[in-house]
């Protein structure tokens, strides 16, 4: 079992910035790959950005220059920096992490981009 736990959420400002983490209960190179997914209100869950066991990033279209997704291996932490944030940037955002062909999530945190 791995469990996760999303933080750095808020109230943020357009323009402005934040970062997320997510601590894993396990070492995360145990992991195959760990991603973020975000779900605004009356919309599917969908995928931001990706991490692989070896370090190689992917990030989605609709936020690709804006986000930076990183980890510290001694700390079992992924982060999300997210820059010039955008109100259409505003979602619940999940940690996910695939171990052993088992997909595990967070339970989220709420990011929000209002002036």
């Known amino acids: 079992q791995v469990q996760l736990v999303e933080s750095g959420g808020g109230l943020v400002q357009p323009g402005g910035s934040l970062r997320l983490s997510c601590a894993a209960s396990?070492?995360?190179?145990?992991?195959?790959?760990m991603g973020w997914y975000r779900q605004a209100p009356g919309k599917e869950r969908e995928w931001v950005a990706g991490?692989?066991?070896?370090?190689?990033?992917n990030y989605a279209d609709s936020m690709k220059g804006r986000i930076n997704i990183s980890r510290d291996s001694a700390k079992n932490t992924v982060f999300l920096q997210m820059n010039r944030l955008e109100p259409e940037d505003t979602a619940v955002y999940y940690c996910?992490?695939?171990?052993?062909?088992?997909?595990?999530w967070g339970q989220g945190t709420q990011v929000t981009v209002s002036s």
């Open positions: 996910k992490a695939r171990w052993f062909g088992s997909d595990y």
């Open positions: 396990g070492s995360i190179f145990s992991m195959d790959g």
């Open positions: 991490i692989t066991r070896g370090g190689n990033t």
